[in-house]
């Protein structure tokens, strides 16, 4: 047997043993479960690290560009042109 510190906070800890156990399974299980599945496939499940998932940071920047996007006092360009002479391109 072998014991593992994961960095996690408290209610992440707390949360993930509810729903380990809410699905019938202890931390233990879940874990053991995810060792032996990379060891059989010899690979990390790809969902670990998909580019795809967006980041706290990128939501941040989409929802920041949805406001600017909506304030009508924020100045806009229909015409690339006009947008390369304002930024002196």
Known sequence: MLTIAVPIT???????SKY?????????D??????????AEK??????????????????AVEEGERIARDPSV?????LDALWKDLGI
Do not use: H, W
């Open 10 to 16: 408290d209610i992440e800890k707390q949360s993930f």
């Open 20 to 28: 380990c156990l809410d699905s019938g399974l202890t931390v233990a």
């Open 43 to 60: 690979k990390l499940p790809d969902d670990l690290y998909n580019d795809e998932v967006p980041t706290d940071e990128t939501m941040a």
């Open 75 to 79: 100045k806009g360009y229909t015409n």
């Open 30 to 39: 879940v874990f053991g479960n995810f060792v032996r599945r990379v060891l």
